[in-house]
């Protein structure tokens, strides 16, 4: 059973940084896309960003190029920085996989980000 592990959320002043990681645990297969969804309260899951194996990179639009999206395929590792966070941003992010030869996508146990004005 591939097992996703989040480190990274917290609270934060509005303007601050925060990084998240996700690290891949148990999987002999390769990683494909590796990302972050969030979902802030009352609203639906909404992308935050996305990397593919080689490399491409999909934001979602409230992104407005404060974040950034990196990946080590040796580690098995994704991270999400995060600048001039904003209230808006406060939500549960989740990390997520999606592995070679396999159709289902795997998720992490989410990170509480909570940015405060």
């Known amino acids: 059973q591939v097992q996703l592990v989040e480190s990274g959320g917290g609270v934060v002043q509005a303007g601050g940084s925060l990084r998240l990681s996700c690290a891949v645990d148990?999987?002999?297969?390769?990683?494909?896309?590796m990302g972050w969804y969030r979902q802030r309260e009352g609203m639906e899951l909404e992308l935050v960003a996305s990397?593919?194996?080689?490399?491409?990179?999909d934001y979602g639009d409230f992104v407005r190029g404060r974040f950034a999206i990196s990946r080590d395929d040796r580690k098995m590792e994704a991270y999400l920085q995060m600048n001039r966070l904003e209230p808006e941003d406060t939500g549960v992010y989740y990390c997520?996989?999606?592995?070679?030869?396999?159709?289902?996508?795997?998720w992490g146990q989410g990170s509480q980000v909570t940015v405060s004005s």
């Open positions: 148990k999987t002999r297969f390769s990683v494909t896309n």
């Open positions: 997520y996989v999606d592995l070679r030869a396999s159709d289902q996508r795997f």
């Open positions: 990397m593919g194996e080689g490399g491409s990179t």
